[in-house]
C-alpha cells in the first residue's frame, strides 16, 4: 500500500506555531502511518509540480542541483503529450519539437553524470539548435513558451530585427545571454541550460539586391555564429553601468577582479520566421528536379506544404550563411490553420483566448459563456483574416469591446455570447440594456453553461490516463467534477486544475496525520470522504485541511461519547459523514444501544 503525497503548504497554521518544510510533513505523515498500518505502508512524493519560476528538479526529479540539468529525465512522448493538450494541429512540429529539445536536455544530463569532471563533450558536438519556420498566429511562440515552463528552464526572447552586429549601434546579440542570468535569479548554472528564442529570423537573410557589407543581416548572422555553438559570454559589458558598478564594489570588497561569464554550450537556440518568399525557392528547385510543383505561386498565397521540402540549399539561397544554417540542423514546418482548426482551439479548454476573456469579464464581477455556434461564427471571422490564432483575439475584441465596456456599469452578472451577439453586437447590446428577452437569455444560458461543463468533464475523460501517469491517482467520474469546478472556478487551464485538486487532496490527508497526536480515538477519511471536502472547500473557499480540521472537531465529542460508552475507537469517516456529521453520530449511537442489547457483536464504522 502507497500513499502519494506532494509538498504541501499546510491550510491551517495557527495551530502549532512553526510551519514545517515538506521532510518533516513526510516525518510525520509517516510515523502516523507507521503507528496505524506497521511497514505495510510507506510514503512517496511523486507530486512536485513545476511553477514558472521554478526549475522542477530535486534529487529524484527532472533537472539537477543548482539549476543543472543533471538529472533531468523525461521522455518525449510526456512533453509531446503535455503539448497536445494545449497546442491544436501541428502534429509534426509537437512530435519533432518535443524529441529534440527532450533529447538536448538529456544528453546534457548523461553527460554530466558519465562524463569525468574537468573533461569535454568533445571538439564539433552538434547542438540540436532548431529552426521553425511557419505563418503568424500559428503557435510558434507559444509551443517554446509551453515548453519552457514545462521544463522549468529559463527562457528569453528576442526580435531578430532588433539587433545589429556587434561594434555597431544596437542590441547586442549576446543581451539574450545576459538576459537569461537575469531570468534564472542570478544563478549560472540555471542559465547555462536555459533557452532563447528569436523570433523574425527571416528578417536577417540578406538581401539578394544589396552590393557590400549588409550591417544589419548578415552581420547579425556572424554575430549569433559563437553563440549558438559554444562561447564564453562575459556579464559585464561596458555600455552597461551596473554591472561597472557593481564590478567596482566587488573590488573594493575583496581586492580581486571577479570575472562572471556564461558558457552557452548547452543552451538551446531555436529560431522562428514566416519565410513567405521561401516556397518560390523550393518551387523553382522541385521543377528544376522534375518534382512537379507547376502552378504559380501566388505571392499572397504561400504554399505552406511546398515548405515542407525545404533544404539547407534553399536557405542558402533565400539569404542565410552557410556557417549559420549549419548551426540550425533541426528544421520544423508549421502548419496553417482553416476555419475548423481555429474551431477546435476554441473549444480545448486549455486555450488561452477564452480563458483570457473569462477573466476580463470576472474583473467586473460578470461569468460569460459562448453557445457553439458563436463560437464557429468566431472562427469564421478569424479564418477570413488569415492571421492565424491571433485573428480569433482580434474578432473576439471586435464583437466583446461593447460588451466589456457597457455590461459593467449595469445590474449584469451573466453574460451569454450568442451567434445574435456576434453577426449583430449594437443591436444585441441594446436588447441586452432594455432587458428584453430576459428569461430566454437566462434558458439559454444555463444550456451552455451545462454544455460548457459537459464538455471539460468529456475532455479530462480523454486525457485522464496521461492525469493518472503523471500523479498516480486514479481519475473517476467523481474527481472529474471536482477538477471541472475547479477549473471554472479559478479560471485555469486543466492541469492547472488537476495540480490544485491534489494540493487539496494532500492538505486533508496532512490534517488527518495529525489526528493521531490530538484525539483519543483513530479516524481517518475514505476516498468517498475527502472529496466530499473538497467539493465544500471549492463551494466555500475555504482551505481543505481547515475544513477537515473543523470536521473533526465537531465529531470529537460524539466519537468521544460512542468509544467511551461502546468501546468502539476506530472510525472510518465517509461521505455521508462529511455532508451529514450529525445523522453519522446518531447512527454511532444507535449502534451504541445494538452493542449494548448484544454485547457479543462487534461494530465497526
Known amino acids: 500500500m502507497t500513499i502519494h503525497d506532494k509538498e504541501i503548504t499546510p491550510a491551517n497554521d495557527s495551530v502549532g506555531g512553526k510551519i514545517p518544510n515538506q521532510k518533516e510533513l513526510e516525518k510525520e505523515l509517516s510515523d502516523y502511518l507507521s503507528k496505524k498500518y506497521g511497514n505495510r505502508v510507506k510514503v ?35 512533453l509531446e503529450a503535455f503539448l497536445d493538450s494545449f497546442v491544436v494541429k501541428q502534429n509534426d512540429a ?28 568533445g571538439v564539433g558536438m552538434i547542438k540540436n539548435n532548431v529552426l521553425m519556420i511557419g505563418p503568424t498566429g500559428v503557435g510558434k511562440t507559444y509551443i517554446i513558451k509551453l515548453i519552457a515552463q514545462k521544463l522549468g528552464v529559463p527562457f528569453v526572447k528576442g526580435d531578430a530585427t532588433k539587433f545589429s552586429e556587434t561594434g555597431y549601434v544596437g542590441a547586442d546579440v549576446e543581451d539574450l545571454i545576459r538576459d537569461l542570468v537575469y531570468e534564472a535569479d542570478d544563478d549560472m548554472k540555471l542559465a547555462e541550460n536555459g533557452i532563447v528564442y528569436i523570433d523574425e529570423i527571416d528578417k536577417i537573410a540578406s538581401s539578394r539586391n544589396i552590393i557590400g557589407h549588409d550591417v544589419s543581416r548578415t552581420g547579425v548572422q556572424r554575430a549569433l555564429l559563437k553563440p549558438m555553438e559554444e562561447t564564453d559570454v562575459d556579464l559585464k559589458v561596458p555600455h552597461d553601468p551596473i554591472s561597472q558598478i557593481q564590478a567596482i564594489e566587488q573590488y573594493r570588497k575583496t581586492g580581486k577582479r571577479e570575472k562572471r561569464v556564461v558558457n552557452t554550450r548547452n543552451i538551446l537556440f531555436i529560431m522562428s520566421g514566416a519565410f513567405g518568399e521561401l516556397a518560390e525557392i523550393i518551387k523553382k528547385r522541385l521543377q528544376r528536379q522534375g518534382l512537379g510543383f507547376e502552378a504559380e505561386v501566388m505571392p499572397t498565397e504561400v504554399p505552406w506544404e511546398i515548405l515542407k521540402e525545404v533544404t539547407a540549399q534553399d536557405l542558402t539561397e533565400f539569404g542565410f550563411e552557410s556557417e549559420f544554417v549549419g548551426r540550425l540542423p533541426v528544421v520544423v514546418v508549421f502548419d496553417e490553420l482553416n476555419k475548423d482548426d481555429l474551431m477546435e482551439i476554441l473549444k480545448n479548454p486549455n486555450n488561452p483566448i477564452i480563458l483570457s476573456k ?43 469591446i461593447q460588451f466589456e465596456k457597457q455590461l459593467p456599469s449595469m445590474d449584469v452578472k451573466k453574460f451569454l455570447v450568442t451567434p445574435e451577439v456576434v453577426d449583430h453586437p449594437d443591436a ?9 428577452d430576459g428569461r430566454e437569455r437566462e434558458a439559454r444560458y444555463q444550456r451552455a453553461e451545462a454544455e460548457e461543463f459537459r464538455n471539460i468533464k468529456a475532455y479530462i475523460g480523454d486525457t485522464a490516463v496521461d492525469l493518472l501517469k503523471r500523479t498516480g491517482f486514479e481519475i473517476y467520474e467523481r474527481r472529474m467534477d471536482l477538477i471541472a469546478r475547479l477549473y471554472l472556478k479559478n479560471v485555469s487551464d486543466i492541469n492547472t486544475a488537476a495540480e490544485d485538486f491534489i494540493e487539496m ?22 476516498e468517498t470522504a ?25 465529531l470529537e465529542y460524539g466519537l468521544n461519547l460512542v468509544k467511551d460508552r461502546a468501546g468502539i475507537d476506530t472510525f472510518a469517516i465517509d461521505a455521508d459523514a462529511v ?27
Open 358 to 400: 473569462r477573466l476580463d469579464f470576472r474583473a467586473y464581477g460578470i461569468e460569460v459563456k459562448f453557445e457553439q455556434e458563436a463560437l464557429m461564427k468566431i472562427a469564421e471571422m478569424a479564418a477570413v483574416e488569415k492571421t492565424g490564432a491571433r485573428g480569433l483575439v482580434s474578432v473576439m475584441e471586435k464583437v466583446l
Open 505 to 526: 487532496y494532500s492538505q486533508v490527508r496532512l490534517e488527518e496525520a495529525s489526528f493521531a497526536d490530538k484525539l483519543d480515538v483513530k479516524l481517518s477519511f475514505d
Open 94 to 121: 509537437k512530435a519533432v519539437l518535443a524529441t529534440k529539445v527532450c533529447t538536448h536536455f538529456n544528453r546534457i544530463s548523461h553527460t554530466s553524470r558519465y562524463m569525468p569532471k574537468g573533461k569535454s563533450a
Open 579 to 605: 455532508s451529514d456529521m450529525e445523522g453519522y453520530i446518531n447512527r454511532m449511537i444507535k449502534q451504541y444501544y445494538r452493542h449494548e442489547q448484544n454485547p457479543d457483536e462487534v461494530h465497526s464504522s
Open 428 to 436: 444585441e447590446l441594446e436588447k441586452l440594456i432594455r432587458d428584453t
Open 44 to 78: 512517496v512524493s511523486p507530486f512536485v509540480f513545476p511553477k514558472k519560476e521554478e526549475m522542477p528538479v530535486d534529487d529524484s526529479g527532472k533537472g539537477g542541483e543548482g539549476g543543472s540539468a543533471s538529472s533531468f529525465d523525461m521522455l518525449p512522448r510526456e
Open 530 to 554: 475527502v472529496d466530499e471536502i473538497i467539493l465544500q472547500a471549492i463551494d466555500t473557499g475555504e482551505p481543505a485541511g481547515a475544513l477537515a480540521g473543523k470536521l473533526v472537531k465537531k
